[in-house]
């Protein structure tokens, strides 16, 4: 198989997301009405495939997903489940370990089934897949998912060898072990401020030293835009663009994830797959849910 036919991997959290839109944010032990609410998949990783998906990469997506009304069918392509509409509109390769048939989705963004592990991962055929991201969560097994890509790779000839990447989002402890397994890295705000982090930049610097040697390292500051550091040591930015008017910012950082993954395992630059990141992500704050980027990214071409 060519490298331009393979695909790309996202293996993470799905979700099912609850939005209410009130008039503003709620004071304390007060009511407030809701002006109107819609339902949609959501989940870290699984957002990425969806941005992945709707920019043109062909992609799949590995993570647990709950028993219940959200997802009843043990053939995805089959429910009819809000969490799995969108999956089959996508074309996604979903795949769902393990079906946990005694678990349930408990509120709005809360997900109790165990995350993939190593031995789920095993059954991949990594020969499919040019580009594979985790997001961060059971390192342990992760870990061990992120060593087996490693020996797969041991065999193959540069060319053809699988991109590892990882995103660490939350400021937890064990996170902080997959800066140094990620072929490209990205680090949030939240983990950077967590750490004693005042600007992109000053991340960057402080952090480069947590990554293996020829790494990508990425943080992406919402109104500050992005900053990456390239293998050779170069710092690049690229500035922000915010849309006229800021409407929902619900997965802004797993779509510039995603734009920037596209750009990067379709062989483009890191200077331009950053700027592509944060134009997508400005981009879609302007609208709600994640259906207007495929035409947004057309009319900027």
């Not at 043109?56 to 997506?61: D, E, L, R, T, V």
């Not at 910012?249 to 395992?265: E, P, W, Y």
Request: proline share 4%.
């Amino acid at each position: 198989m060519e490298q331009k036919d393979k695909k790309v991997l996202c293996i993470g959290l799905v979700c099912l997301d609850i939005i209410s839109v009130v008039d503003k944010y709620p004071e304390e032990d007060t009511d407030s009405r809701c002006v109107s609410q819609r339902w949609q998949r959501g989940g870290n990783a699984s957002n990425s495939c969806t941005v992945l998906s709707l920019l043109g990469s062909s992609c799949a997506f590995m993570g647990s997903l709950c028993a219940g009304p959200v997802a009843r069918s043990h053939d995805p392509l089959q429910c009819k489940a809000p969490v799995l509409l969108h999956v089959r509109k996508l074309h996604h390769s979903l795949k769902l370990l393990p079906l946990m048939a005694d678990r349930r989705l408990r509120s709005y963004v809360v997900q109790n089934v165990p995350d993939v592990t190593a031995e789920d991962f095993s059954k991949v055929e990594l020969r499919h897949f040019k580009w594979i991201h985790w997001e961060g969560r059971n390192v342990d097994e992760q870990l061990k998912m992120i060593q087996q890509v490693a020996r797969h790779n041991a065999a193959l000839p540069w060319q053809q060898r699988i991109t590892i990447s990882v995103e660490i989002e939350k400021p937890r402890e064990p996170l902080y072990e997959l800066f140094a397994y990620g072929d490209v890295v990205f680090v949030s705000k939240d983990v950077a401020r967590h750490l004693g982090f005042h600007t992109p930049q000053s991340a960057l610097e402080g952090l480069r030293c947590r990554v293996k040697v020829g790494a990508v390292l990425i943080c992406a500051w919402a109104e500050k835009g992005a900053d990456a550091l390239a293998p050779d040591g170069l710092f690049i930015h690229s500035d922000a663009f915010p849309p006229e008017r800021l409407i929902d910012t619900l997965g802004a950082g797993d779509t510039f994830n995603a734009a920037v993954i596209h750009k990067l395992s379709n062989g483009a630059r890191l200077e331009e797959a950053l700027t592509f990141g944060c134009r997508v992500a400005g981009g879609k704050c302007g609208f709600h849910g994640y259906g207007g980027i495929a035409d947004m990214v057309t009319r900027q071409e």
